[in-house]
Antibody
Framework: VRLVQTGAEVKKPGASVKVSCKASGYTFSAYAIQWVRQAPGQRLEWMGWINAGNGNTKYSQKFQDRVTFTRDTSTFTAFMELSSLRSEDTAVYYC???????WGQGTTVTVSS | DIQMTQSPSTLSASVGDRVTITCRASQSINSWLAWYQQKPGKAPKLLIYKASNLESGVPSRFRGSESETEFTLTISSLQPDDFATYYCQQFNDYPYTFGQGTKLDIK
């Protein structure tokens, strides 16, 4: 069972970033995918989840206006897109399976002009 | 939001020691608490779910317990691989929130 994420991204303020999370070794549509981020030296921060089966989503209110979760069941991949990036969004972004028993390796997103 | 407060923030211990990390929730979370271990540059690893259930493959020296809004992670006999940062997380209410972490280092 694995979750493999895209590589590091560098973005300018105001841009968007889209991180992918490809699942293998289990029935993708049977589990939600959660998204968590960790800014340098900070605690983990939950962003929300997507039901990989029906596409339903739940977003943390903090990110509600800027984040979109999607999934592609044909490629067993979940996506997290964060828009209007600012320096404070510099962090490692993780995907994790439903009860957070399996995690991706993390994607470093750096926002810098 | 439910606030999760861990103590201590840092803990120095030796191999073979018994250590305890505490996580206090700002309100009832009905046992919906998980503990994770994180090493530098790595993703968190689930250790304990639903406050006291040991995740499959996790050594039995890790134990979770609860008393109302106070949750405890105990490592009965520290091994070299256990030096890491530990986080608690509540799943009772949105947004799910994490504690600030406890860094366990070698004395």
């Amino acid at each position: 069972v694995r979750l493999v994420q895209t590589g590091a991204e560098v973005k300018k303020p105001g841009a968007s970033v889209k991180v992918s999370c490809k699942a293998s070794g289990y029935t993708f549509s049977a589990y939600a995918i959660q998204w968590v981020r960790q800014a340098p030296g900070q605690r983990l921060e939950w962003m929300g989840w997507i039901n990989a089966g029906n596409g339903n989503t739940k977003y943390s209110q903090k990110f509600q206006d800027r984040v979109t979760f999607t999934r592609d069941t044909s490629t067993f991949t979940a996506f997290m897109e964060l828009s209007s990036l600012r320096s404070e969004d510099t962090a490692v972004y993780y995907c994790a399976r439903a009860r957070m028993d399996v995690w991706g390796q993390g994607t470093t997103v750096t926002v810098s002009s | 939001d439910i606030q999760m407060t861990q103590s201590p923030s840092t803990l120095s211990a030796s191999v073979g020691d018994r250590v305890t990390i505490t996580c206090r929730a700002s309100q009832s979370i009905n046992s919906w608490l998980a503990w994770y271990q994180q090493k530098p540059g790595k993703a968190p690893k689930l250790l304990i779910y639903k406050a006291s259930n040991l995740e499959s493959g996790v050594p039995s020296r890790f134990r979770g317990s609860e008393s109302e809004t106070e949750f405890t992670l105990t490592i009965s006999s520290l091994q070299p691989d256990d030096f890491a940062t530990y986080y608690c997380q509540q799943f009772n209410d949105y947004p799910y929130t994490f504690g600030q972490g406890t860094k366990l280092d070698i004395k």
